[in-house]
């Protein structure tokens, strides 16, 4: 099964929708609740990094028996530096940003730890791909 959203730069009143709509499928499909919040988590944080720093993107979440995929893909800005990315608390976003309450600098490294395979290529002035991958199963 395959679900794809567009997600457009600054939309914060959309902002988590890919990721409630995923959550719901996840759960008429009864898989576990663990396994839901792990995506939930790469969903939410990869749409927002669209919404935040790219001008559009697309999430996907491919659900298969055995994993789920989400892909987040972005024309946008890139990132100059994935290593430094990935650290907690660095962050990019613009002060007026934070003054919302987005761009702590954790949304990479909350993607890290809620997925079993990450894969991030970024191109700087074109935009970014994210692979991540949640394993379903005990």
């Known amino acids: ?16 929708q890919a990721a409630a ?8 499909a009864g ?5 839901i919040r792990k995506a939930i988590i790469v969903a939410y944080e990869a749409e927002l990094n669209i ?3 790219a001008y559009h993107g697309t999430i996907t979440a491919n659900i298969s028996t055995g994993q ?21 608390g660095y962050s990019t976003a613009p002060p007026h940003i934070r003054k919302m309450g987005f761009g702590a600098g954790m949304g990479l490294p909350n993607i890290k730890k809620s997925s079993d395979s990450l894969e991030i290529y970024s191109a ?4 970014t791909l994210l692979r991540a991958t949640i394993v379903i199963g005990d």
């Open 1 to 16: 099964m395959q679900l794809k959203f567009h997600v457009q730069r600054n939309d914060f009143s959309r902002a988590g």
């Open 21 to 28: 709509r995923i959550k719901k499928t996840l759960q008429l």
């Open 31 to 35: 898989i576990k609740p663990a396994i």
């Open 51 to 53: 919404v935040i720093h």
């Open 68 to 88: 789920i995929e989400i892909l987040a893909q972005d024309e946008g800005p890139g990132i100059v530096d994935i290593d430094l990315a990935m650290q907690e």
């Open 124 to 127: 700087v002035g074109r935009g």
